[in-house]
C-alpha cells in the first residue's frame, strides 16, 4: 500500500440521472470534477476501482422496505416525476442512486483491503438528506448511510465516523445514526436553510455545528477544532466523509464564504486525525456543490490534501 495513490470511482450512468431541465444538481457537476482532477495531476495517482451496483440488500440495510419500493414503482419510463419540490426522477435516476450507492461499498472494499488508505467518490445524485422512510433533498437513498452500514456488517467495525461540511444538514444521515450508536456523527452547516434543521445535538453519537451566515473559512476551522476533537475521542476504525462543496463563497444555494483553500486545510486536519485513529483509512463521497467551477477546484484540493500534497 502506498499512500501517494488513492481509489477514484465514478460511473458514466451517475450522469444519466437528471431530476429535472435546469437543475442545480446536474450530470456537468462530476464532468467538471473530473476534467478538474486531470488538469491538476491527481488522477496520476488515482486507482480507478471497478464497482458494480448496490443491490436491495444493500439499500434495505438502512431505508424502509417500502419507501424503496415506491421509488421503484414511480420510476418513469420517460421524462420526469417529481418527488417533492426540489427532487425528482428521470427513467435512469435509480440506476445512478445504486451505481453511487455501488461506489461506496467498493471504496470501503479498497481502502479496508489497503488497495489505498483514501478513496474520492466522484458519484451523484447526492445522498446525505435521504432519510430511511423519506428521499429528499435532491436525495434519492443515502449512500454514506449505506456504506456505513455495510462496513460495520462485512467487517464486524465497532466504531465508523461520518463527517460532514455540505453547507446542508445531512439530516438523512442524522436519521440513520440516531438508531446505530456504532456510528458518530458530526455536521457542520449553515443555520436557518434548508432543510431547517434543530441545531442541538441531543444524543451522544452526533455533534452539530451550526454556521451563521456569512460565515468564513477562520469561523469554518475554529468550530470544527471542537468536531475533530468529537472523532478523536469516538476512536473510529473507518472515517467516512460527505463532501459537499456548497458552502464555497461562489455558490449559488447558501451563503457561507469558504474558499478552495478552507476544504484543503480542513482535509489535511483530518488526514491527520485518521493517520492517528485508524490507520489513515478514509472514504469521501460528493455530495452538494453549485458552482461548477468553484466545486471542481474544491473538490481538487480535497484530493490533493487527501494525498498529502
Known sequence: MTATMFLYLSSAICQKH??????PESPERIVHIEQALQDSGMMQYAIAQPFSPATDTDVLRVHHPKV????????????????????????????AALMASGAMLAAIDGVMNNQAKTAFCNIRPPGHHA???????????????IGAA??????????????DFDVH???????????????SFVSSFQENIFPFTNPISDIDNMLKLPLK???DGKVFMNGWQEGFEFVRNFKPQLILVSAGFDAHQKDPLASLNLTEDDFYHWTQQLVEIADNVCEGKIVSTLEGGYDLEALANSATAHVKALLKQ
Open 18 to 23: 437528471n431530476n429535472s431541465w435546469g437543475h
Open 213 to 215: 451566515t456569512q460565515s
Open 131 to 145: 432519510e430511511i422512510k423519506r428521499p429528499m433533498g435532491f436525495c434519492l437513498i443515502n449512500h454514506i448511510a
Open 68 to 95: 424503496w419500493q415506491t421509488l421503484k414503482d414511480n420510476l418513469p419510463q420517460n421524462g420526469f416525476v417529481k418527488i417533492d419540490e426540489d427532487t425528482g426522477m428521470n427513467p435512469y435516476s435509480l440506476d
Open 150 to 163: 455495510y462496513a460495520l456488517d462485512k467487517y464486524n467495525l465497532e466504531r465508523i465516523a461520518i463527517v
Open 169 to 183: 444538514h445531512g439530516n438523512g444521515t442524522e436519521d440513520y445514526i440516531r438508531q446505530e450508536p456504532r456510528v
